[in-house]
């Protein structure tokens, strides 16, 4: 391998070591060594975070903030800790992070609260949270449908205005034409795309909505796994991670919310260990963060969840930042000089991580994934979830390649090839 | 470089009917009319069936964007059928759907399905069912909204 290194990047000898502790990483697919190129999707887990999920369900499993026999208290002592752990992994204080079942549960928890607050639960504490008819709520074209559909949905709940900020040709958010105004109640933005990989800049789009007082909601999913991220230093109300995107298990999530925000918020999801004081006709709820975790929580995901930022913070987010942005220019770089390939938002001037998305006019997504799966090469097809930014692209599907901190020269090398044969492929039968 | 049963999916037969589809495009008349779409690829497809007066299949027309797969299906299922009483159709369609569903168990059968039986070699591919099925669930559909 040749990787253009800088004086932060991992060295050749240090991403061998990295992959030593994924044990998936060294499966054979269609007779071939796996390529795994989806990480973007789901990233593989390293045995340190397999054995602390298993750890603790072999030593401390038990219910956590409920009952007094000493399993418990040590689980609840552990599940805490993780909180600790995830929350300053973000730059946040403990009692900022809630744990959910995903990024979407923690948007969807957002605008459930605030539509509750609109509703006029949360009392004169939630006031500052209430919108309705002539306010406006604004997310981007380029957004997952997790960072979209919450927000057309709270929208037709309270009567409020979904405004859109909208693309360039090659992709890009046209901030200058960005609908934030007086009327902004509310700015959702991803911070890095997952379909074109370029990080937004999402600084401006935050001043602009503190200049109006709106609140901001900060998609990390495709952020928090491959850059150093501090919550605070970027000045997001709210900010939601996606555990199994970043080292972590499937099933948890998080939600980043302003101390004083979160003060203010009425519950979304009811029921058992968020409250203090329960009658028939009402209750009393527990400050955040436990007002917003109702019912059993997973407890051996955020756990295991720790265990990956933990991992994460060893190896160094910025030597992981640094890695993947050599791969990115490499797949860009590489794709761009393939005939035939339309890279998606090759012409956005902006830093990238290690993803890029390819359209091949006559060659459809699925088509393209499945010549790169017969190779041993897994990637993404299809429209990720931002149907809006495929249809601004004018196109329906695409073939998404995305690394992670374990992922080679070599891989990225193996994809590009891929990409040439299934076109002499499809093109020699033409 | 390119595995056998990769190359057995996607023989001259189906890239040619991808790329030069029979049946290609929607009329105006009134038909029995079925739109799906695979919510996990964003493939479509819109089909028509026009029978004849004596209530035979006249012709199956569609429009639709997808992969290969699902493009040559929909062209080799419009050729399939033409002529075909609506009973004959269905029995094609279940046919073919348990070919497709067998995973590589069940060869399709030519005397049935034609020039539509290269299509099972798709089924070896659980992923891509679908993409082969999309138009035949759109005819049997339609089928069911006749008279």
């Known amino acids: 391998m040749s990787s253009p290194t800088t004086a932060d990047s991992p060295t050749d000898a240090d991403i061998l070591r990295i992959r030593a502790d994924f044990p998936l990483l060294q499966t054979e697919v269609n007779g071939h060594p796996l390529v795994y190129l989806d990480s973007g999707a789901t990233a593989q887990r390293p045995r340190q975070v397999l054995d602390a999920e298993r750890g603790f369900l072999e030593t401390l499993n038990s219910a956590v903030h409920r009952g007094a026999h000493t399993l418990a208290a040590e689980a609840t002592e552990v599940f805490e800790d993780a909180r600790a752990t995830v929350a300053r992994f973000i730059g946040a204080d403990d009692d900022e992070l809630v744990w959910t079942s995903n990024a979407t549960e923690a948007l969807n928890l957002i605008a459930y609260s605030i539509s509750n607050a609109s509703l006029g639960r949360g009392g004169a504490a939630s006031e500052r949270l209430r919108i309705g008819p002539g306010d406006e709520i604004v997310t981007t074209e380029m957004e997952h449908h997790a960072n979209l559909i919450p927000w057309q949905e709270l929208a037709a709940r309270t009567g409020a205005t979904l405004r859109i900020i909208p693309l360039d040709d090659d992709g890009a958010l046209r901030l200058d034409e960005a609908p934030i105004t007086e009327r902004t109640r509310l700015v959702a933005v991803t911070h890095v795309s997952n379909v074109l990989g370029v990080i937004n800049p999402v600084a401006d789009v935050i001043a602009a909505a503190r200049a109006v007082g709106a609140l901001v909601v900060l998609d990390a999913c495709q952020s928090a796994p491959h850059l150093p991220l501090d919550v605070r230093a970027l000045d997001v109300d709210f900010a939601v991670l996606s555990g199994h995107k970043m080292l972590g298990p499937t099933g948890v999530g998080a939600l980043y919310g302003r101390r004083a925000l979160l003060e203010a918020m009425p519950p979304f999801l009811t029921g058992g260990s968020m409250i203090t004081t329960v009658t028939t006709t009402e209750a009393e709820y527990l400050p955040p963060p436990q007002r917003f975790e109702a019912g059993t929580q997973r407890v051996s995901q955020a756990i295991a969840l720790a265990a990956a930022v933990d991992y994460l913070g060893e190896v160094g987010m910025e030597r992981i930042a640094a890695h993947e942005a050599a791969l990115g220019r490499r797949l860009v770089d590489g794709l761009s000089a393939i005939d035939g390939v339309r890279v998606l938002g090759a012409g956005i001037d902006l830093p990238r991580v290690g993803l890029a998305s390819i359209d091949i006019p006559g060659i459809h997504a699925h088509d393209v994934g499945q010549l790169l799966d017969d190779r041993g090469i897994a990637v993404r097809v299809g429209h990720h979830c931002a149907q809006p930014l495929h249809r601004r692209l004018g196109i329906t599907a695409s073939t998404r390649a995305s690394t992670y901190l374990y992922s080679t020269t070599d891989e990225v090398d193996a994809f590009l090839d891929g990409v040439v044969a299934t076109i002499e492929f499809f093109g020699a039968r033409a | ?147």
Not at chain 2, 5 to 15: A, G, K, P, T, V
Not at chain 2, 60 to 83: M, P
Not at chain 2, 116 to 122: K, W
């Open chain 2, 1 to 147: 470089m390119t595995s056998s049963e990769l190359q057995s999916m996607y023989q001259e037969l189906i890239l040619d009917h991808s790329r030069t589809p029979h049946g290609f495009g929607l009329r105006d008349e009134v038909a029995a009319q079925s739109h799906q779409l695979n919510p996990t690829c964003g493939d479509e497809i819109t089909l028509q069936v026009h029978r004849a007066a004596d209530g035979t299949i006249e012709a199956i027309a569609w429009e639709g964007h997808g992969c290969a797969i699902s493009q040559a299906s929909a062209s080799l299922f419009a050729d399939l059928v033409e002529g075909m009483t609506v009973p004959e159709v269905q029995q094609r369609i279940d046919v073919f759907r348990e070919a497709l569903r067998s995973r590589g168990r069940i060869e399709p059968d030519e005397e049935l399905l034609g020039d539509a039986a290269v299509l099972g070699s798709v089924s070896r591919y659980v992923a891509r069912v679908k993409c082969a099925m999309l138009a035949w669930v759109a005819a049997e559909d339609a089928l069911r909204k006749l008279d």
